[in-house]
């Protein structure tokens, strides 16, 4: 069974930076794709990053050129660096796991495509 935690979110003022952490365990997280997702009040679930188990990443439009995803294979750690953040980024944010992995690249956008979540946490930017 795997299990997904995130942790990191917070209140933060819009132009700041705030850095998300998901720790996976369950199996060889080295070999896990691993994304994020956010949904924000009153919208689906959408795609904001992912990253391969070969360290291959991708990113919604939206957050291109301001969020980085990263990961600590050690750590079983997946990390999304936020900068410049809008008041449009407020949002619940999601880790998902693909342990098999089997996701291809293309499949990564679609949240139902992925088998394993965390909780959630809650990001706020605002002034």
């Known amino acids: 069974q795997v299990t997904v935690v995130e942790s990191g979110g917070g209140l933060v003022q819009p132009g700041g930076s705030l850095r998300l952490s998901c720790v996976a365990s369950g199996g060889t997280f080295s070999r896990y794709n691993m994304g994020w997702f956010r949904q924000a009040p009153g919208k689906e679930r959408e795609f904001v990053a992912a990253?391969?188990?070969?360290?291959?990443?991708a990113f919604a439009d939206s957050v291109r050129g301001r969020f980085t995803i990263s990961r600590d294979n050690a750590k079983s750690t997946v990390y999304l660096q936020m900068n410049s953040l809008k008041p449009e980024d407020t949002a619940v944010y999601y880790c998902?796991?693909?342990?098999?992995?089997?996701?291809?690249?293309?499949?990564?956008?679609?949240?139902?495509?992925?088998?394993?979540w965390g909780q959630g946490t809650q990001v706020t930017v605002s002034s």
């Open positions: 990253i391969s188990w070969s360290r291959g990443t």
């Open positions: 998902a796991a693909d342990p098999a992995p089997v996701l291809i690249r293309s499949a990564w956008y679609e949240s139902d495509r992925w088998d394993y």
